[in-house]
């Protein structure tokens, strides 16, 4: 088990805070080095740039304390997050302020936008002549607009709820993909008892593993490797490989 974790996040607090709950420990427990401060960037808007820090367990801490998988943690704390501060309205209109500003600073012209919210997040849907330029390689485009997006309404307690920005539905079509790659597993796993492990997948594609596999029950999904390279497994719940 790993004893470091280097985060980021809007600011060093913030940093801070979301390691420990990953590390699932409390900052008498770590030892804290400030990597890098951050910036707020151009009116909080263009250039702004994640804070860093790296938390080191203390030597007398039980690693069995440890959560392995940070991805079950974030969104469990995501589900379980108070929203009753959160003005939807005021997200709703303000992630779609947010877009609309950054889109056209990239002088891409946005032929229609539609908003909308659940009890937990809000959505945006982008269609333009230039789709494949909001949308990106692998989408990675795509996923840095949300992440500004996301930043940006993190700065008021008011409107600090999950955004999930889309463009010409290409994350429904993602996750339709997914969906078929997880029954496929699932029939795997159910045939022959043994573990499958899925292709490389980015943070929101593992963390929709996750959640699609919790409904079954059965299952238990874990993730391995690094950086781009990390991937989600499925075994059934209680087996050893």
């Known amino acids: 088990m790993e004893k470091e974790l280097e985060i980021s996040g809007k600011n060093i607090e913030d940093a801070i805070s979301l390691g420990l709950k990953q590390l699932n420990c409390t900052k008498e427990d770590v030892d804290i080095k400030i990597l890098d401060e951050g910036t707020k960037g151009l009116f909080g808007l263009m250039g702004s740039k994640p804070a860093k820090v790296l938390l080191t367990l ?15 943690v974030e969104k469990k704390d995501e589900r379980n997050r108070s929203l009753e501060d959160v003005d939807f309205g005021l997200a709703c209109k303000n992630a779609k ?21 659940d ?17 990106g390689k692998a989408g990675q485009a795509l996923t840095s607009l ?7 309404l993190n700065n008021n307690p008011e409107t ?7 463009a ?8 339709a993909k997914l969906k078929a790659l997880a029954d496929k597993a699932i029939y795997f796993v159910r045939k022959t008892g043994k573990t499958y492990r899925f292709e490389a997948m980015s ?14 029950g059965e299952f238990e999904t874990f993730s391995e490797g690094e950086g ?4 989600v497994g499925v075994k059934l719940l209680g087996q050893t490989e």
């Open 160 to 166: 600090r709820v999950k955004v999930n920005v889309d």
């Open 168 to 175: 010409e539905d290409y994350r429904q079509k993602q996750y």
């Open 146 to 152: 949300e992440y500004i997006v996301q930043l940006m």
């Open 58 to 72: 203390k030597k007398d801490i039980s690693e069995d304390s440890v959560k392995e998988s940070s991805e079950k």
């Open 228 to 231: 781009s390279l990390r991937k």
């Open 119 to 135: 009890n937990e997040s809000v959505s945006v849907q982008l269609y333009s002549d230039s789709g494949s330029l909001l949308i």
């Open 97 to 117: 302020e947010y877009v609309t500003k950054i889109v056209t600073l990239m002088n891409i012209n946005i032929r229609d936008i539609k908003v909308s919210c």
């Open 203 to 216: 943070p929101k594609e593992r963390r929709f593993i996750h959640t699609y596999m919790e409904k079954f």
